[in-house]
């Protein structure tokens, strides 16, 4: 019994799915799903000769597994095929049905059964990202002890959705996207199948199967479920005792008209997408950053959260390479909260558009992260005196403001003092890109630069001329008073 996991069933074996009055009712693809391993479709690594789930079914000793893959790739037929060829009892529930204390009877009475009889009792547990913390810890003494053995499946990442003490517990398998090619194979196997469309006598021309293949977005089960719907409106359409017309391209098109892309605004596809837009965009590659926005907007992503998205990659990655990105981002959020969708599209693929092309320069984003980290160490110096304002007499008296000169005074519109605590005195966070405006930024602070230079390399050519002629020196670059006359000019200069 167990060999027919792995092959088909030995001539004379009563076939196990349902006479045709019987399935007429059941979705095509419960009926199509696969009665052996090697009916299976894609996961040729995990599945194939020598791959590592298969030798695990292979035996009756299954441990504890967390199947994550996408919708209709074929973690529900994995777990259905253990229940028909293995010795313990096979239980099954969805996360979306089934209750803490539902489960937690089932697996003492499992733990019973296993103390009385020895046979154990596989649980499979459908879409358990849906538990919460408590409902999946809840699990782990049952498992622990070997009472259940867990076969969890989930579309979500599990790093996120999964306690990391039952997937410590369990042994985890990453199912992929089903192939187009996978999906073709599925669907002409359908056509042909007595328990599948073989009685509707309706085909499919090549293009429109590979195109139906294509639009299922390797979702097994949401191909079927789309031929299944091609093929009785096709048959419907027949005239009398003829056999209806091969569908082709046009009339897949006219039968299915549009459908949404697969999209998920809570889970991680939401996520990987987004990801994909700000790299297309930092990338410069416009074409992929059209395509990544079109994914979320015409899936109902909030064009808001996008337009914010936009907002923080004007600073993160274009910066001051175009000083006129961040003004763009913020007219294609105002757009959007004005016109809203479908008109504020455009308004975000014009700002898309507008990233993707421009210079790039993550030099303030480099720098902002530089600071907080100097800030983050705990050493924080006190501002200088100079720097500070000083309404009252009292803080007069104390120093604040002596030596502050007022950088509008002077010749150079700059004064030749240092704003840094003196311990941070040097520090270096923004360092301008040589792309775009950034080049022009590089060359104004490469003259402050030397014009600093100068004008220390003079305060210290006068204090040596001072202290060799016995006397003080004479300063150099103060060319206005050092202190206006009352608090209201110092706070208006300040």
Same mark, same amino acid.
């Given at each position: 019994?167990?060999?027919?996991?792995?092959?088909?069933?030995?001539?004379?074996?009563?076939?196990?799915?349902? !006479?045709?009055?019987?399935?007429?009712?059941?979705?095509?693809?419960?009926?199509?799903?696969?009665?052996?391993?090697?009916?299976?479709?894609?996961?040729?690594?995990?599945?194939?000769?020598?791959?590592?789930?298969?030798?695990?079914?292979?035996?009756?000793?299954?441990?504890?597994?967390?199947?994550?893959?996408?919708?209709?790739?074929?973690?529900?037929?994995?777990?259905?095929?253990?229940?028909?060829?293995?010795?313990?009892?096979?239980? %099954?529930?969805?996360?979306?049905?089934?209750?803490?204390?539902?489960?937690?009877?089932?697996?003492?009475?499992?733990?019973?059964?296993?103390?009385?009889?020895?046979?154990?009792?596989?649980?499979?547990?459908?879409?358990?990202?849906?538990?919460?913390?408590?409902?999946?810890?809840?699990?782990?003494?049952?498992?622990?002890?070997?009472?259940?053995?867990?076969?969890?499946?989930?579309?979500?990442? !599990?790093?996120?959705?999964?306690?990391?003490?039952?997937?410590?517990?369990?042994?985890?398998? @990453?199912?992929?996207?089903?192939?187009?090619?996978?999906?073709?194979?599925?669907?002409?196997?359908?056509?042909?199948?007595?328990?599948?469309?073989?009685?509707?006598?309706?085909?499919?021309?090549?293009?429109?199967?590979? *195109?139906?293949?294509?639009?299922?977005?390797?979702?097994?089960?949401?191909?079927?479920?789309?031929?299944?719907?091609?093929?009785?409106?096709?048959?419907?359409?027949?005239?009398?005792?003829?056999?209806?017309?091969?569908?082709?391209?046009?009339?897949?098109?006219?039968?299915?008209?549009?459908?949404?892309?697969?999209?998920?605004?809570?889970?991680?596809?939401?996520?990987?997408?987004?990801?994909?837009?700000?790299?297309?965009?930092?990338?410069?590659?416009?074409?992929?950053?059209?395509?990544?926005?079109?994914?979320?907007?015409?899936?109902?992503?909030? !064009?808001?959260?996008?337009?914010?998205?936009? @907002?923080?990659?004007?600073? %993160?990655?274009?910066?001051? *390479?175009?000083?006129?990105?961040?003004?763009?981002?913020?007219?294609?959020?105002?757009?959007?909260?004005?016109?809203?969708?479908? %008109?504020?599209?455009?308004?975000?693929?014009?700002?898309?558009?507008?990233?993707?092309?421009?210079?790039?320069?993550?030099?303030?984003?480099?720098?902002?992260?530089?600071?907080?980290?100097?800030?983050?160490?705990?050493?924080?110096?006190?501002?200088?005196?100079?720097?500070?304002?000083?309404?009252?007499?009292?803080?007069?008296?104390?120093?604040?403001?002596?030596?502050?000169?007022?950088?509008?005074?002077?010749?150079?519109?700059?004064?030749?003092?240092?704003?840094?605590?003196?311990?941070?005195?040097?520090?270096?966070?923004?360092?301008?890109?040589?792309?775009?405006?950034?080049? %022009?930024?590089?060359?104004?602070?490469?003259?402050?630069?030397?014009?600093?230079?100068?004008?220390?390399?003079?305060?210290?050519?006068?204090?040596?001329?001072?202290?060799?002629?016995?006397?003080?020196?004479? !300063?150099?670059?103060?060319?206005?008073?050092?202190?206006?006359?009352?608090?209201?000019?110092?706070?208006?200069?300040?």
């Amino acid at each position: 019994m167990k060999n027919d996991l792995f092959s088909n069933r030995e001539e004379g074996d009563q076939p196990r799915h349902k !006479p045709a009055g019987e399935t007429r009712h059941v979705p095509l693809a419960d009926r199509m799903r696969p009665e052996t391993l090697d009916e299976m479709v894609g996961q040729q690594e995990l599945l194939g000769p020598g791959g590592p789930l298969r030798l695990l079914l292979q035996g009756d000793t299954l441990p504890s597994l967390l199947l994550w893959g996408p919708p209709g790739c074929g973690k529900t037929t994995l777990a259905r095929l253990v229940a028909n060829h293995t010795q313990a009892r096979f239980l %099954e529930y969805s996360a979306v049905a089934v209750g803490s204390k539902e489960l937690k009877a089932v697996m003492s009475e499992a733990a019973k059964f296993r103390r009385a009889t020895g046979q154990r009792t596989i649980l499979f547990l459908d879409e358990i990202h849906r538990f919460n913390k408590a409902q999946q810890d809840a699990l782990l003494p049952w498992v622990e002890r070997g009472d259940v053995t867990l076969i969890g499946a989930t579309t979500e990442n !599990p790093s996120f959705e999964v306690n990391s003490a039952l997937i410590s517990r369990t042994r985890l398998f @990453v199912l992929k996207q089903l192939a187009p090619a996978d999906i073709a194979a599925l669907l002409r196997r359908a056509l042909a199948a007595e328990k599948g469309l073989a009685a509707t006598a309706v085909t499919l021309t090549g293009e429109a199967l590979a *195109a139906l293949a294509e639009m299922s977005e390797g979702d097994a089960r949401a191909a079927l479920g789309l031929l299944e719907t091609v093929v009785n409106a096709q048959a419907a359409r027949a005239d009398g005792d003829d056999a209806p017309p091969p569908v082709d391209p046009e009339a897949l098109e006219t039968l299915l008209q549009a459908r949404a892309a697969r999209y998920d605004k809570a889970g991680e596809e939401h996520f990987n997408i987004i990801s994909a837009l700000h790299k297309s965009m930092r990338n410069s590659d416009v074409q992929a950053a059209l395509y990544w926005l079109a994914r979320m907007v015409e899936s109902g992503e909030d !064009p808001l959260y996008i337009a914010r998205r936009i @907002v923080r990659f004007a600073s %993160e990655d274009v910066g001051l *390479a175009d000083p006129q990105a961040l003004p763009v981002a913020l007219a294609a959020r105002d757009a959007v909260h004005f016109i809203g969708l479908p %008109e504020g599209s455009l308004a975000l693929a014009q700002a898309v558009t507008y990233m993707s092309l421009a210079p790039k320069s993550n030099a303030l984003y480099t720098a902002y992260k530089a600071v907080q980290k100097e800030v983050a160490r705990g050493h924080n110096p006190p501002v200088p005196l100079h720097l500070r304002n000083a309404p009252t007499h009292l803080m007069k008296d104390l120093g604040y403001g002596k030596d502050y000169v007022y950088a509008h005074d002077t010749s150079e519109g700059m004064a030749a003092m240092s704003c840094l605590p003196d311990d941070l005195a040097g520090r270096t966070y923004y360092r301008p890109g040589r792309r775009g405006f950034e080049a %022009e930024l590089a060359e104004r602070m490469e003259k402050i630069r030397q014009w600093h230079a100068r004008k220390r390399q003079k305060s210290q050519g006068a204090q040596e001329r001072g202290r060799l002629a016995g006397g003080p020196a004479r !300063p150099e670059d103060k060319t206005a008073t050092n202190q206006p006359k009352d608090s209201g000019d110092q706070e208006g200069k300040s």
